[in-house]
């Protein structure tokens, strides 16, 4: 007989991958109208719908006690699609469409490699169970969101300038930085002060700035974490 419940997980991971395709698809269309927002707005909200079905499923499999090894794999390989190759996607269009030299688009491919390279490090790292070594590749991904949504706003800086900006986001997922989890293992404000300063600044960045706010709220939590005590 099938064990529907040990399969609830993955299908939910195959809904992130699913909304991960779709960001892909709908990053390429760049600014243009697509009904009521434009691509990369819908491409937004497919990458937030993945995020969802990412949280999910781990929470699901948890609940369910419904762990397995392809789970495991299938987990990561979702997260490069919707984490790493859509933010790939979207600023390989934000090039073309301000019609930036072809000598720059080479390097949104860092993104993906740098993702990909995150997340086969942290399948084989034992360290990584309650802080992270490196960027998160989620919090890439909410990080090219926010540097999008403030072009889309305020207009593109050369190539040169995204080049730089693409390569220190890239190699921060790559790096030995410890960086802290975002995950709360209880709601005691000593043990998750820095949480809540994340959560409380991602509120007013967003509520002052828009979209644009995501990437600040980024660069919060790689400052925190570059100063803040070691787990």
Known sequence: MIN????????????????????????????????????????????AAAAVFDFADGATARLLKAYSDLGKQLDSLSDLVSFGLAPTLLMYSVMRSADISPIWWVFPLLIVV???????KFNIDTRQTTSFIGLPIPANAIFWIGVVSWISTYGCPSGWVLALIILFESTLMVSSMRMFSLKFANFGWRENFRRYVIILAAILFVATNGLPGLAWTILLYILISAVGRKE
């Open 4 to 47: 529907i419940k040990a399969h609830i997980p993955n299908t939910i991971t195959c809904l992130n991958l699913i909304s991960g395709t779709i960001a892909c698809i709908l990053a390429l269309h760049g600014p243009e109208p697509l009904g009521a927002l434009t691509g990369w707005q819908w491409a937004f909200i497919a990458i």
């Open 114 to 120: 740098c993702g990909a390279l995150r997340l086969g």
